[in-house]
């Protein structure tokens, strides 16, 4: 039943009942009104005159998926743009007190370009106080941020999908800003989000090499850097990134990206207090190909606890000496996560574990009888999750290797990166898996 009936229910108008929410104290019917849709929120003014002019005071608007849906459900494209224009205007003129969060999402079908009054809204929060700005654009047009936004000076959150950004000329940055998350923006000046920023997202977005001024010493405490699919990343940034927790690097089919880069060293070498840490093969590239398994980095990862790797090309000999060569380097390691990737590429199918990748195989195997290997301890690994097993003798002898040498496992979880068909061929894997020793006696084996 719709929450706005409920409530009109409950307030027996036309009976001799008693009003049961009327005379709750203003915090508490505030507290009511945030856990509905704002369309409802703002229908509560015809409940009663006590009621009038609560949700004018809400601290949060939310125009999400459902509010267009309610708005430009059976509508032409006109009816559309009226009928949203209209309601969010009216909402926003009538609304009282600040607005620390401003949510807008977009829906593929809407025709944002024809809504005029778009930047009137952002014009309107920016003197609000508004704390929290995202706007998800799903239409096939980016919108053009206008130049109020920047004008948000106590914006601490900022979140924009298919957008672009313009930065006034003199703007000097958001004083209170902490996080950003942009996906699909395009940035077209040099632009400082602040002194302030710890934590920032960013998933195919062009012109970052504007955001140079960000990665400067003076104002860098990056904590959290996440950075998909880029064509324009400036290795230098990574000179200064000594505050770093997390890092986030994924940059399959991204030819620019790969150059000025040659050293995986030195670019770790730059995060003494990394934690977490998540790369796509394309950086494991820089780890020489004929070294011995035993090899680490030169720089040690004293701190890193959370390992993720995504991997584009199959979980062969090489990919498995180079994980192991950031896996020793890691004495600290708690969490290993490796997945496949598929991006603008198509993982071929591999040989099952009656496969014909022998070869590679055998130089695993040759390398298990080393003293090194023998005696290999991981001794912090608690958990690891592999998505990329498709049966082959190179993957079975990592998840050996994983088995042998880690005695605080507490669980391994193995997924297939694409369905077997064969029964007896996935039930051939899980037997030899199962079979193989394992240093913890706690271990968990979880096959999906």
């Known amino acids: ?41 703002a229908r509560t003014a015809v409940l009663s005159k006590i009621w009038g002019n609560i949700w004018t005071m809400l601290p949060w608007l939310v125009f999400d998926h459902v509010f267009f849906l309610r708005m430009v459900s059976g509508k032409d494209e006109q009816a559309q743009v009226s009928n949203v224009s209209r309601t969010i205007s009216n909402i926003l003129l009538l609304h009282n007190g600040p607005v620390s969060k401003f949510h807008l999402y977009v829906p593929r079908s809407f025709p944002l370009q024809k809504c005029l009054d778009a930047d009137l809204w952002i014009k309107r929060i920016s003197n609000s106080g508004i704390k929290i700005l995202e706007l998800i654009n799903r239409t096939p047009y980016p919108y053009p941020m206008p130049s109020y936004m920047f004008s948000c000076l106590e914006l601490t959150h900022l979140t924009l999908d298919n957008c672009i950004l313009n930065p006034p000329r003199r703007f000097g940055g958001f004083s209170n800003l902490i996080e950003v998350t ?62 770093l927790h997390y890092l986030g690097l994924v940059l399959a089919g991204s030819s620019n990206s790969r150059k000025n880069i040659n050293d995986l060293d030195n670019l770790l070498g730059n995060m003494p207090d990394i934690y977490g840490l998540y790369l796509d093969n394309f950086f494991l590239t820089f780890l020489e190909p004929d070294a011995p398994l035993s090899n680490r980095l030169t720089t040690t990862l004293v701190n890193l606890k959370t390992l993720q790797l995504s991997c584009a090309g199959g979980c062969n000999w090489v990919f498995i000496q180079r994980v192991f060569c950031l896996i020793r380097s890691s004495p600290k390691l708690k969490n290993l996560h490796i997945w496949p990737v598929r991006i603008n590429t198509i993982i071929r199918t591999y040989p099952l574990v009656h496969g014909t990748d022998s070869m590679a195989a055998s130089r695993v195997e040759q390398n298990l009888l080393s003293p090194d290997f023998v005696n290999m301890i991981l001794d912090q690994l608690e958990t690891v999750h592999l998505q990329v097993v498709i049966g082959s003798r190179c993957e079975l002898h990592f998840i050996k290797l994983l088995l042998a040498s880690s005695p605080s496992l507490r669980w391994i979880k193995i997924s297939k990166s694409f369905p077997i068909h064969d029964l007896k061929d996935e039930f051939e894997i899980l037997r030899k898996v199962a079979r193989f020793p394992r240093a913890s006696a706690t271990a968990e084996l979880i096959w999906p």
Not at 31 to 38: A, N, S, T
Not at 191 to 212: A, N, P, S, W, Y
Request: charged letters at 25%.
């Open 182 to 243: 942009l996906s699909r923006v395009k940035i077209t000046a040099d632009v400082l989000f602040g002194t302030r920023l710890e934590r920032m997202r960013l998933d195919c977005c062009t012109g970052i090499k504007h955001l140079g001024c960000q990665f400067n010493s003076q104002y860098n405490l990056i904590r959290k850097l996440h950075i998909s699919t880029s064509e324009e990343i400036d290795w230098q940034w990574f000179k200064n990134t000594e505050k």
């Open 1 to 41: 039943m719709n929450r706005f009936i409920v409530i009109y229910q409950a307030l027996n108008f036309g009976s001799k009942a008693v009003d049961r929410f009327s005379n709750l104290p203003g915090n508490l019917k505030g507290l009511i009104l945030e856990r509905l849709p704002l369309y409802d929120a």
